[in-house]
């Protein structure tokens, strides 16, 4: 596989792109991570989400310590090149560190922000660290 498709990202100066993750079947929007060139390309050789935290200044495997990886389904490319969207099956059926299916679990209800979504498992009996 040539490199020329990385090349058609218009990454940002710090070089990292928005990476959108839905969940496939549902279409609810599961995360809002980052990626570098190394991470997308990583996700595509391997099928899995990989991406750049940009708190621990590293490459990760999404699930590489919580076992709830990412299976990507497709990948896609927006009109201004600047922003990726995966489609995933999410595996173990959590993708936030709180524990909880999606990252967006609150909802603004009246002036107040409501967590919506129950904790599927307590983030002490994921992340061992």
Request: with cysteine; net charge neutral.
């Amino acid at each position: 596989m040539t490199e020329n498709w990385l090349n058609k990202v218009n990454w940002a100066q710090d070089g990292l792109v928005p990476a959108i993750t839905q969940e496939a079947g549902t279409g609810r929007v599961l995360t809002v991570a980052y990626m570098n060139r190394e991470a997308l390309e990583k996700t595509v050789l391997s099928k899995e989400a990989h991406y750049w935290s940009r708190s621990r200044k590293k490459l990760w495997h999404k699930g590489e310590e919580s076992g709830h990886t990412q299976k990507v389904r497709s990948i896609r490319l927006d009109c201004d090149e600047d922003a990726i969207l995966i489609e995933v099956e999410q595996i173990g059926g959590i993708a936030c560190h709180t524990g909880r299916h999606s990252c967006f679990y609150q909802e603004l209800q009246d002036g107040k922000w409501v967590a919506t979504d129950p904790v599927l498992r307590d983030p002490k009996d994921i992340y061992k660290a």
